[in-house]
């Protein structure tokens, strides 16, 4: 029973389209991420939420909208792909500040 | 703003031989720093999370310890083996966000 699930895993698409990443946990936690990791490796935050509210946008386009159902799902849709925005995308959650994160397999996005 | 630094960023060694990472933060204010492991193409595994009024957490071959007033983490990996290569990342938890370094890439030779 996977406890943070993503869909889909892997995603090719043209440039200038519209996508969504679906996220849900089943761990019963208030606070969940997405986080971007770059063909460097690199992971950085885009987007945290506590209960439903956002509470960190890391500097993303505005192209980039999380939306959040409820507390075990975090959904993030792309409006007019880039290039720039192939990389493997992240989902976590955590039951607020003081626990550890545990994330997602993650999906690797194409743009082409 | 939390910048985290991983030293070094690959090592290489014998099958046996003890595993030391470093990991730096800049903001102490942290409310937990955690280990994950990640292998090639997959996600992100935990290994250990020390709260930040811990000084250290074991799990089997694992240690990692913590010193918040400096700014450190060590993992130290005992008596390693091949299937301990992978990239191990130390990650900073402030105010629901976690900061990440860039990793220490491992390869233990058989």
């Known amino acids: 029973d996977t406890a943070v699930s993503q869909t889909p895993k892997y995603l090719v698409t043209q440039m200038g389209n519209d996508k969504s990443i679906k996220c849900e946990q089943n761990l019963g936690h208030d606070t969940m991420y997405w986080y971007k990791q770059d063909s460097k490796k690199f992971l950085k935050i885009m987007f945290s939420?506590?209960?439903?509210?956002?509470?960190i946008n890391e500097t993303v386009p505005n192209r980039f909208s999380p939306k959040s159902p409820d507390k075990a799902h975090l959904n993030l849709h792309i409006n007019s792909l880039e290039l720039g925005d192939s990389a493997v995308y992240f989902c976590a959650s955590s039951q607020g500040r003081w626990r550890g994160a545990f994330f997602g397999q993650g999906t690797r996005l194409t743009v082409v | 703003k939390q910048e985290v630094t991983q030293i070094p960023a690959a090592l290489s060694v014998p099958e046996g031989e003890n595993l030391v990472l470093n990991c730096s933060f800049t903001?102490?204010?942290?409310?937990?720093l955690q280990w994950f492991r990640q292998d090639p193409g997959k996600g992100l595994t935990s290994l250990l999370l020390i709260q930040s009024s811990q000084r250290e957490q074991t799990s089997g071959r694992l240690n990692a310890s913590l010193d918040k007033s400096s700014g450190r983490s060590t993992l130290y990996i005992a008596a390693s083996q091949p299937g301990d290569s992978a990239t191990y990342l130390c990650a900073a938890h402030n105010d629901y966000k976690l900061s990440f370094g860039a990793g220490t890439t491992v390869t233990v030779r058989a």
């Open positions: 939420y506590n209960n439903k509210e956002l509470i």
């Open positions: 903001d102490s204010a942290i409310y937990n």
